[in-house]
C-alpha cells in the first residue's frame, strides 16, 4: 500500500498494490498494524455501502459530537471525494481536498474525524464503500451545502448538470453558519 499525504496533510490517499493474476486480482485493502503506523491508530467500528445514479451528490457531512474517521473507496463506478477541514485550529480551516476514486485506480482517501465529507457519482452507477471510527449518530449529524462560495470545491462535471441532492442535503447550511469543530 501506497500512503500519500494529500495538500491537507492529514488527509492520506492509498494506493493498494494489486496482483492479478489468470484468476482475477487480490489486493489488501486495510491492515491495522501498516494505518496506524503511516497514518494514525484507529479503530474502525462501522462499515457502510451506499450505491448512487450518476449526478447524485452526498454531503458533505458530519457528526458534530462523535465525529466520525473514514476510509472510504469505490468498488463500482466512478466519483469525485471531497474531504473539508472543519477544524477552527486548523492551518486548513476552509480548504478542501478532492480525488477521483474508481473501480479501476482502486485508490482509498482516509478522511480523518474534523472534516466534512461528501462525493459526486461520475459513472452511471457508483458503489460506495467506508469504514468508519465512530458510530453513526443522526442526531449529531450536521450537512454543509456542497456548493458553498467560500469552500469553493471544483467539482468536476458538475457545470453541466444540477446534482440530485437528498431533502437533508437541500437544506444543508452554509459554511459561515455551519457549527464546526474547535
Ligand atoms: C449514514 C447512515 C445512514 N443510515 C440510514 C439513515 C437513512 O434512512 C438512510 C440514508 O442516510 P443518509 O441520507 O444520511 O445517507 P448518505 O447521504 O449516504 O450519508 C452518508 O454520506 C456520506 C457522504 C458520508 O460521509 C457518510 O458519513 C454519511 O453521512 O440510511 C444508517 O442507518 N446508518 C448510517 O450510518
Keep these: 500500500m501506497k500512503y500519500t499525504e494529500l495538500a491537507i496533510p492529514d488527509v492520506v490517499l492509498m494506493e493498494p498494490n494489486v496482483f492479478g493474476d489468470h484468476r482475477g486480482f487480490f489486493m489488501e485493502t486495510f491492515r491495522e498494524d501498516e494505518f496506524n503506523e503511516k497514518v494514525r491508530s484507529v479503530r474502525f467500528v462501522q462499515d457502510n455501502h451506499s450505491m448512487s445514479r450518476k ?93 458553498d462560495q467560500t469552500i469553493g470545491i471544483q467539482w468536476p462535471g458538475i457545470e453541466k448538470q444540477t446534482p440530485v441532492l437528498s431533502q437533508k442535503d437541500e437544506q444543508g447550511v452554509r459554511f459561515q453558519d455551519a457549527e464546526v469543530f474547535a
Design 55 to 147: 449526478g447524485i451528490l452526498r454531503g458533505l457531512h458530519y457528526q458534530i459530537e462523535h465525529p466520525q474517521g473514514k476510509l472510504v473507496r469505490v468498488i463500482q463506478g466512478q466519483v469525485f471525494d471531497v474531504a473539508v477541514d472543519i477544524r477552527k485550529s486548523s492551518p486548513y480551516f476552509g480548504q478542501w481536498v478532492g480525488e477521483i476514486l474508481t473501480e479501476e485506480n482502486n485508490r482509498m482517501l482516509w478522511v480523518p474525524p474534523g472534516f466534512a465529507h461528501g462525493f459526486y457519482v461520475l459513472s452511471d452507477t457508483a458503489q460506495f464503500i467506508y469504514k468508519c471510527t465512530d458510530y453513526y449518530a443522526p442526531k449529531f449529524e450536521r450537512s454543509i451545502l456542497w456548493s
